[in-house]
C-alpha cells in the first residue's frame, strides 16, 4: 500500500511539471505580446536599425587646359553565400562558369574557392576591381547568395603625369602627398548618412521613408599645370638622367610674371594608382622638400647685390691667380679652370668662384644677407603643396669668416629647387617676387568658382635698373664662351646660369656634385623660368654639361608649343628664297623625289636601278646655283644607319622652305616627324631650322602664305 501511494505521488509531481512547461509557455507568450510587447519592439527596433555613411565623391583635378588629371572611379567586389536558401549545385557552378568567361579565369579556380572556404562561412570574396559591365552581367543572372558590393577608387588618368604635384589618397580616400593632400579638405567633401535596417542574418536592407542626409561632394581643383608641359618636363628629365646616371633629377618650369607652375617633376617617379608599387623615395617630392647647397646659380644673389650698392663697375679688371687658386682666412677657393683675368660680365659668364668672393667681401654681411632674404631664401615659398622645407640661412651674427665669400658662390646655404625658380623668376619680372601656386581656382559640382588663386607679389628684390644691366650679363652665360653654351637655342634669346656644388656626406664634401641650370626665355620678355637639377650625375658633372642641354631640349619644344615664341623667332630670320638652297632628299623614292625637283624647277639626275636617295649633291641646305644640277644616287633600301652622323632616334631636319603643305608633311612624315602646320600655301619660315637634329615623333613647325616666294621677299626687304 505505501509503495503505491509512493507511486502515485511521484506521477502527480511528474504531470504536474509536463503541465506546468505549457502554462509557463503561454504566460510568456502573453507577457511578450500584450502586457510588455510594445517595449520590446522597441527594443528589437533600435537593435535592427543601423545608421551608415553615404561617401561625399571626391572632386576633379584637372590641368590648365581643363584636362581631367584626377577623378573617381568605381569597381565592384563580388562575393557569395552558400547557405542561402535556394542556392543549389547547378546554380553555384552557373555562377563560377559566367564569373570565369567574364574574368578570364577558368570555372574551377572559382569552384575551388568556394569548396576551400570553412564550412560555416557566409561570405566568400570571389572577385574584386570588376567593371560595371561584369557587375551588371553577373546581376542580371539573378542568383541567390550572390553578393555585389561597390568600392570607389582614386584614378590618375595619365598615371605618372604630374605625380609629384598631384600626389596620392590612402584607402580611406584621404590625401597623402601633392595637392591631394594639401587641399584634402576642399577635395573630400562631407559624407552623408542613410537608415538601414538588418536582418536576422545580419544582412542589410533599405526600407521606404526611412531618414537620409545626402553627402556634399568634394570641389574640383583648377591647376595651373599644363598638361603638354609637364609631359616635355618629365620626357627630357628621364633622358637626362638616364644620359648623365644620375641618381635623381628636379625640374620647375614656372610662369615669372604670375608665379604660376606650369610643370613640375622629379624623375625616378611613381604611378599614384599604385603608390605602394614603387619605393618611398620615388614618392617625395625633391622640388620643395630637397634642401641643397645651390652653387653657382646663387652668384645671382651676389650680382644683384654687387651691382645695386655700387661695389664693382662693369668696366672692372677681376685679376684671377695663375694656378686658379687663392686662399681666404686659410681655406683654399678653387675655379674649374684658371681664368685670368676678367671683366664683371666675365666673371658671371665663365663662373669664377675666385672673383665672385672678391665682390661679396666688398659688401657687409648684413647687406649681402638682406639679399639673399629678399630673393626668396630661407623661408618658405608658401607653395600650394604639401612638404615644402624652408632650407637654412644662418644669420650674419653666426657666420664664420669665409661665409660670406663662399654663400656668394653657393655654399654654407640650403636651398630648395621651388627657391632658386623663384629667385630667378623675380630677376625675369623685373624685381617682383611672386608667390609660387598650383591651383588656379576651385569650383563646385555645378561650376560655380568658390575660391581663386590670384597672382600674389611678395616684394620687390631690386631695382628695374639693375637688373636691367644684369640681363646682358646673364644672357651672355648662354653664348658660346660661357658655361652654359649647351643651353643655347638657335633664334630664341636665354639668359641664366648654371650652377655645380659638391656633395656633402657624412659631414665631408666629396667628388660627388649636384649639376643645376636656371634659366629664363625669351631674355626680351619672359614666359617661362625653367630650373634643372640632377643629383650625382657621371664625369663631368658640372651643370653646364649635364642640366643645361635638358634646359635647352625643353626650351626648344616648348618653343614649338607657343605661338608668340615662333612668331618672334621667324620674325628675326632673315628672309631667303627657297630656290637657291638645296632640299633634303635622303630616304624618298624616286618617283617622289622626281615629283618634288620637278616642282621647285630644280634640274637633276640619278645613279643607280632603283630604291630610295642614299645620297646626294649637293648636301641639303647648300646654295644651289641657277641652272646646276642636282645628282642623286639611289640604293636599294635605306636605313638610319647609311648616316653615321645621325644619332639612332632622331632625324635630321630638312630644308621646307619653298615647298607647300603637302610636300612639307610627306618629306617629314618619311623622316619620322611630324609637322605643326601654321597658315597654308607656300612655306616661308621653319622652326627648328634646316640642318638640326630632332627626335623622331617630335614636331616641325611650319608657317605658310598663299604667296609666291618672290613675292614674299620682295615685302621682307621693304
Excluded at 150 to 178: C, D, P, Q, W
Excluded at 193 to 201: E, G, I, L, M, N
Excluded at 336 to 354: A, C, M, R, W, Y
Aim: charged share 25%.
Amino acid at each position: 500500500m505505501e509503495n503505491r501511494t509512493a507511486i502515485l505521488s511521484r506521477m502527480f509531481i511528474i504531470l504536474g511539471l509536463v503541465l506546468l512547461i505549457p502554462c509557463a509557455l503561454a504566460f510568456q507568450l502573453i507577457r511578450i505580446n500584450y502586457l510588455e510587447g510594445d517595449g520590446l519592439r522597441e527594443l528589437w527596433s533600435k537593435q535592427a536599425i543601423e545608421m551608415q555613411p553615404i561617401p561625399a565623391q571626391r572632386g576633379n583635378i584637372y590641368d590648365a587646359n581643363g584636362t581631367l588629371l584626377a577623378t573617381n572611379s568605381v569597381d565592384y567586389k563580388i562575393a557569395f553565400d552558400p547557405k542561402v536558401e535556394g542556392v543549389s549545385l547547378e546554380k553555384i557552378k552557373a555562377l563560377c562558369k559566367n564569373l570565369g568567361k567574364l574574368t578570364n579565369r577558368s570555372s574551377r579556380y572559382y569552384l575551388q574557392k568556394i569548396n576551400s572556404a570553412p564550412k560555416r562561412s557566409r561570405y566568400i570574396v570571389l572577385a574584386k576591381n570588376l567593371s560595371i559591365l561584369v557587375k551588371n552581367k553577373i546581376d542580371a543572372l539573378n542568383l541567390e547568395g550572390v553578393i555585389i558590393e561597390e568600392n570607389y577608387r582614386r584614378k590618375y588618368t595619365f598615371g605618372s603625369l604630374a605625380a609629384h604635384a598631384i600626389g596620392f589618397v590612402n584607402h580611406e580616400m584621404n590625401g597623402r602627398i601633392g595637392l591631394e593632400a594639401y587641399y584634402n579638405d576642399a577635395l573630400k567633401g562631407e559624407d552623408g548618412v542613410r537608415q538601414v535596417r538588418k536582418d536576422p542574418h545580419n544582412r542589410v536592407f533599405e526600407f521606404v521613408g526611412a531618414p537620409k542626409k545626402l553627402p556634399q561632394n568634394g570641389y574640383s581643383l583648377n591647376t595651373t599645370i599644363d598638361a603638354y608641359m609637364q609631359a616635355i618636363l618629365e620626357d627630357e628629365l628621364k633622358a637626362g638622367v638616364q644620359k648623365h646616371k644620375a641618381r635623381y633629377g628636379t625640374g620647375i618650369i614656372m610662369d615669372p610674371k604670375t608665379g604660376a607652375i606650369k610643370a613640375i617633376a622629379n624623375y625616378p617617379t611613381y604611378d599614384p594608382n599604385y603608390p605602394g608599387s614603387d619605393e618611398d623615395e620615388n614618392r617625395r617630392n625633391f622640388a620643395v622638400s630637397d634642401m641643397v647647397e645651390p652653387g653657382s646659380t646663387m652668384k645671382l644673389v651676389t650680382a644683384i647685390a654687387a651691382v645695386e650698392q655700387k661695389v664693382v663697375n662693369f668696366e672692372e679688371i677681376f685679376e684671377t691667380p695663375e694656378n686658379g687658386e687663392t686662399e681666404i682666412h686659410g681655406l683654399t677657393l678653387r675655379d674649374h679652370d684658371p681664368l685670368g683675368n676678367l671683366t664683371f660680365q666675365e666673371v658671371i659668364q665663365k663662373s669664377s668662384n675666385v672673383a665672385t668672393a672678391e665682390i661679396a667681401m666688398r659688401l657687409k654681411p648684413e647687406v649681402f644677407y638682406q639679399y639673399v632674404r629678399n630673393l626668396g631664401f630661407g623661408t618658405q615659398s608658401n607653395i600650394d603643396i604639401s612638404g615644402e622645407e624652408s632650407g637654412q640661412l644662418a644669420k650674419p651674427y653666426n657666420w664664420s669668416l669665409v661665409t660670406l665669400p663662399w654663400m656668394a658662390h653657393g655654399y654654407e646655404i640650403l636651398t630648395t629647387p621651388i627657391q632658386v625658380a623663384q629667385a630667378y623668376a623675380a630677376f625675369a619680372n623685373d624685381g617682383k617676387l611672386m608667390r609660387p601656386y598650383l591651383v588656379e581656382s576651385i569650383e563646385d559640382g555645378k561650376g560655380n568658382t568658390i575660391e581663386i588663386n590670384k597672382p600674389e607679389q611678395i616684394r620687390r628684390v631690386a631695382k628695374q635698373s639693375t637688373l636691367r644691366k644684369l640681363l646682358p650679363v646673364f644672357e651672355s652665360v648662354v653664348a658660346d664662351s660661357g658655361t652654359g653654351d649647351l643651353a643655347q637655342v638657335e633664334g630664341l634669346s636665354i639668359a641664366g646660369k648654371t650652377g655645380t656644388a659638391k656633395k656633402v656626406v657624412d659631414g665631408r664634401y666629396t667628388n660627388k656634385y649636384r649639376g643645376s641650370f636656371a634659366g629664363f626665355f625669351p631674355s626680351t620678355d619672359p614666359k617661362y623660368v625653367c630650373y634643372i637639377l640632377l643629383d650625382e650625375p657621371g664625369w663631368p658633372g658640372y651643370g653646364g654639361y649635364t642640366a643645361a642641354p635638358i634646359f635647352k631640349n625643353i626650351a626648344l619644344r616648348i618653343a614649338g608649343l607657343d605661338d608668340d615664341i615662333q612668331r618672334q623667332i621667324i620674325e628675326d630670320e632673315p628672309a631667303s628664297t627657297q630656290f637657291t638652297l638645296t632640299p633634303s632628299l635622303k630616304g624618298l623614292p624616286k618617283k617622289q623625289a622626281e615629283e618634288l625637283l620637278s616642282q621647285l624647277n630644280i634640274p637633276h639626275s640619278f645613279s643607280g636601278k632603283s630604291g630610295y636617295i642614299k645620297e646626294q649633291d649637293p648636301q641639303a641646305g647648300t646654295p644651289l646655283n641657277k641652272g646646276k644640277r642636282l645628282h642623286l644616287m639611289l640604293s636599294e633600301t635605306y636605313t638610319a644607319a647609311d648616316s653615321a652622323t645621325i644619332k639612332k632616334g632622331y632625324a635630321e631636319i630638312p630644308e621646307l622652305r619653298g615647298l607647300n603643305m603637302r610636300q612639307a608633311t610627306t618629306l617629314l612624315a618619311n623622316l619620322g616627324l611630324d609637322a605643326s602646320i601654321i597658315g597654308s600655301g607656300t612655306i616661308y619660315a621653319q622652326y627648328p631650322k634646316a640642318g638640326e637634329l630632332l627626335r623622331q615623333g617630335y614636331s616641325v613647325t611650319v608657317r605658310g602664305k598663299a604667296k609666291s616666294l618672290n613675292t614674299l621677299t620682295q615685302t621682307s626687304k621693304r
